[in-house]
């Protein structure tokens, strides 16, 4: 069983910046991929970003490439999103989630294991 506690949502502005951050417990991750997904009201959730624990890959949906980092810490079993450039079709709840599979299988397949999820709602 895995646990994933989200944290750092929150306002922020058209064209900031935010971080998300993700720690993990319960198994170990060396087989696993983490990332992030996000739902906007009426919307289906999507994909956003996922990353290789091992290898430290990444998968980013169309929409936020070259805006949003994800990266992890090993040593704190956590994953982080760096979200920049923000604009307001970025508002949507932000889901962390683990898979025991790749980063780029995971944005087609989905998740195993969920976070309870973090408001990002951004004013324009």
């Known amino acids: 069983q895995v646990q994933l506690v989200e944290s750092g949502g929150g306002l922020g502005q058209a064209g900031g910046s935010l971080r998300l951050s993700c720690a993990a417990s319960?198994?170990?991750?060396?087989?696993?991929?983490m990332g992030w997904f996000r739902q906007a009201p009426g919307k289906e959730r999507e994909f956003v970003a996922a990353?290789?624990?091992?290898?430290?890959?990444?998968a980013y949906a169309d929409s936020v490439k070259d805006r949003f980092t994800i990266s992890r810490d090993k040593g704190k079993n956590t994953v982080y999103l760096q979200m920049n450039s923000l604009n307001p079709e970025d508002t949507a709840v932000y889901y962390c989630?683990?898979?025991?599979?790749?980063?780029?299988?995971?944005?087609?397949?989905?998740?195993?294991?969920w976070g309870q999820g973090t408001q990002v709602t951004v004013s324009s």
């Open positions: 319960g198994r170990t991750f060396s087989r696993y991929a």
């Open positions: 990353i290789n624990w091992n290898s430290g890959s990444a």
């Open positions: 989630a683990s898979a025991a599979t790749d980063a780029q299988r995971m944005a087609v397949i989905g998740a195993d294991y």
